[in-house]
């Protein structure tokens, strides 16, 4: 075993050593996962020893295909590829590995169909294919696997109906999620009853949810959001062991179950843009809206403050008229109490009505104050006829405080995106505000241009705001650098090169500059984040979502105290850590968002990455390993992407990570400034790029 070490050079050569093993007929276990080595899988590992039962091979850089005499390894009980380059289609011949029972695939390229063949592993415990382009249908032969217990194809192009009833029962864990299939959940699948985790997320499957699911009590994890599902939520009551619940972007309809309050081990219930109604359960799980999410359903009522939903309305018990006569007497001594209530009701109603509108006033003085610069304005009704009826098939993204919806104006033939403020979240005014004050008076080439904004009430009286903003095409940066995550139809055609990475941090950086050091007044962003970053037809950078972003000339000591308390966060893994103790915005939060946003931006590795835990950070991981083993942390998408033959990758990534440590110093008065960080930079692609730099700044 020769894992975990650094051999190779990411180039044709590395993979020469297995050809010469097909001498070493005794082999059983060939682990060489997590080096360095690149170049096409050879067809020489067909020849291997049919002896060998584990060749594994995982990440590295390895490209090509999988040879079709890869079935002549017989004995293989565990053949792990995940986390290379591989193209191409997996080999029917696969199906001849019968004594295999893991099969690990996923984070690679490969395309085609499942072999049916698959069905020939008897004895497959573990089918790993996530990350990849399979397409077609799931084949029905993978219901002679009958020990089989996790099947993970998410994030590929698959398609058509699930055949559940070729599932085997055996499954505990089944994750098809980020694909094409449609039609329905069918009874047949509580008799699925070791299921622990089912996920068909982000499907295009319809119909009810199915009654038997309440067969499958060990289910911990239910992840059925963004489908098609309709109908009330089933009496799933006796999965008390859920801990993960999403029903959300769905259709689903009715009221929402009391029993939900009392799944003790629930830590996470999204009910969101559904069409449920009724009162929302106060109990339980439902005293927590860090838990439970129910936005986005209009007909709801009640439940705790943070909700901020309506309240819901009281009905009288109805009274039959053969009654007796004292009865009667009761019942109109009742109603003459309830009336009395209801008139001291609609008295109190009345008087907070005005109080209300005092406020409101106060609050439109200092809209109207934000607004002043806009000579244009919009109305509710131009916004939702651009967006369709806010439909959700003009939905591009969502923030904090709000929905971002794809909208075209006819009036002006031009496409813009609208970001509709959610009036029900807390801190949803200020955002409002704080964007129009923030991006009224200020103009730089790498910010996203505000171009108007609508402050008025919808159709039913509720108070509505909304964010005009320039329409980028090219999406954010967060889709280009994780497009695994990103649905097929929005997914970037091919990968940002190194250049164009070091271009993008350049713009960002070149923004934060601005903001920081040549606006009239200081202004802290407070949420730099890759999905805060949008990019144009050129790929530009253009920083975007200024809903926290802080005037620091504007505020007095009180209003810091208030910030310090309401706790200016911004994201977590993004936030600089004086945050999270109540520290004050300032701009060296920015520069430590900033060095993760760009330390990201070269690794492929999500600050929050599962990877990641306790004080072992994305930082510190980076800080670990440089300059020696800078490939093995760097994000490999730039290695084979537009860089010339012989370019020093690795010294230019060093210096770049390097720029990224320092803005991430725990200390802020440690921190460099941001304009230190853009020099840096510029420089370092003066010094690669000579040749082929843009002349962008």
């Known amino acids: 075993m020769l894992a975990g070490n650094s051999f190779g050079s990411h180039s044709f050569g590395d993979l020469e050593f297995l050809s010469a093993l097909t001498n070493c007929t005794r082999l059983e276990t060939l682990n060489v996962a997590g080096n360095r080595l690149g170049g096409h899988l050879p067809n020489s590992i067909s020849n291997l020893s049919r002896s060998l039962q584990q060749f594994v091979i995982g990440t590295n850089f390895i490209s090509g295909s999988i040879p079709h005499g890869i079935g002549n390894l017989i004995s293989l009980g565990l053949l792990a590829l995940r986390e290379n380059q591989l193209t191409g289609q997996l080999p029917s011949s696969i199906g001849k590995l019968q004594q295999l029972e893991g099969l690990y695939l996923n984070s690679n390229n490969i395309s085609g ?217 009761i019942v109109i001594g009742v109603s003459i109490g309830i009336a009395s209530i209801l008139l001291l009701v609609l008295a109190c109603v009345s008087l907070r009505c005005l109080r209300k509108r005092k406020k409101n006033q106060q609050t439109n003085n200092l809209t109207s104050s934000a607004m002043e610069v806009f000579h244009e304005r919009m109305s509710y009704g131009e916004i939702r006829n ?54 009224k008076d200020i103009r730089h080439r790498n910010l996203v241009k505000l171009l108007t904004a609508c402050s008025s009430i919808d159709f039913q009286g509720n108070e509505f705001r909304a964010l005009i903003y320039e329409f980028l095409p090219s999406g954010s940066l967060d889709m280009w650098l994780h497009p695994e995550e990103v649905e097929e139809i929005r997914r970037p055609s091919r990968t940002l090169t190194l250049l164009e990475r070091l271009n993008i941090s350049i713009d960002v950086a070149s923004v934060l500059d601005y903001l920081h050091v040549h606006c009239y007044e200081p202004i802290v962003h407070c949420d730099i984040k890759p999905s805060n970053v949008l990019l144009d037809d050129d790929l530009t950078a253009h920083v975007s979502d200024f809903g926290l972003a802080r005037h620091l000339l504007m505020f007095d000591q009180e209003s810091l105290n208030q910030l310090s308390s309401a706790g200016v966060r911004g994201t977590i893994g993004y936030a600089a850590p004086e945050y999270g103790v109540g520290g004050k915005p300032t701009i060296h939060g920015d520069v430590y968002s900033f060095g993760v946003l760009l330390l990201e931006m070269f690794t492929g590795k999500r600050p929050t990455d599962e990877l990641f835990v306790g004080n072992f950070t994305l930082h510190s991981y980076i800080k670990s390993v440089l300059p020696e083993r800078v490939l093995d942390i760097a994000d490999k998408l730039t290695f084979h992407n537009g860089l010339r033959v012989g370019f020093p990758i690795a010294e230019c990534l060093t210096q770049v990570l390097e720029v990224g440590l320092r803005c991430c110093e725990e200390s802020p008065t440690n921190r460099i400034e941001v304009g230190e960080a853009t020099k840096e930079l510029i420089s370092i692609r003066e010094m690669f790029f000579k040749a082929g730099r843009a002349a962008r700044h």
């Not at 986005?296 to 943070?306: A, Q």
């Not at 904090?400 to 959610?422: C, R």
């Open 113 to 329: 169909e499942i072999p049916s063949s698959i069905g020939n592993l008897t004895r497959l415990n573990f089918l790993s294919l996530f990350k990849n382009s399979f397409d077609g249908t799931i084949p029905r032969s993978l219901g002679n696997c009958s020990w089989l217990g996790e099947v993970l194809i998410r994030d590929n192009k698959l398609d058509g109906t699930i055949p559940w009833e070729s599932m085997p029962h055996s499954l505990f864990r089944l994750d098809m999620t980020n694909n094409n299939f449609t039609g329905s959940l069918p009874e047949d699948i509580g008799g699925l009853q070791n299921l622990v985790a089912l996920s068909v997320a982000h499907n295009k499957l319809s119909g009810q949810i199915p009654h038997s699911l309440a067969n499958c009590l060990p289910m911990e994890t239910l992840w059925l959001q963004g489908n098609y599902f309709d109908g009330a939520i089933p009496d799933i009551r006796r999965l008390v062991g859920l801990k993960n619940v999403d029903f959300s972007n769905n259709h689903l309809f009715g009221k929402i179950p009391a029993y939900l309050a009392n799944f003790s081990l629930l830590e996470y219930l999204n009910l969101s843009v559904n069409n449920f109604e009724g009162s929302v359960p106060t109990e339980g799980k439902f005293q927590n809206a860090t838990i439970v999410s129910v936005y986005g359903n209009k007909n709801l009522c009640g439940g705790i403050k943070e909700f901020k939903l309506k309240p819901c309305l009281v009905e009288a018990p109805s009274v039959g008229s053969k009654s007796s006569s004292p009865v009667k007497k």
């Open 386 to 439: 651009a967006t369709d009826g806010f439909s959700s098939s003009n939905v591009i993204g969502s923030g904090s405080f709000g929905t971002v919806f794809k909208a075209f104006l006819p009036a002006e033939n031009k496409v813009v995106a609208i970001k509709v403020l959610n009036m029900q979240r807390h801190g949803a005014m200020k955002s409002f505000m704080a964007e129009c004050e923030s991006l």
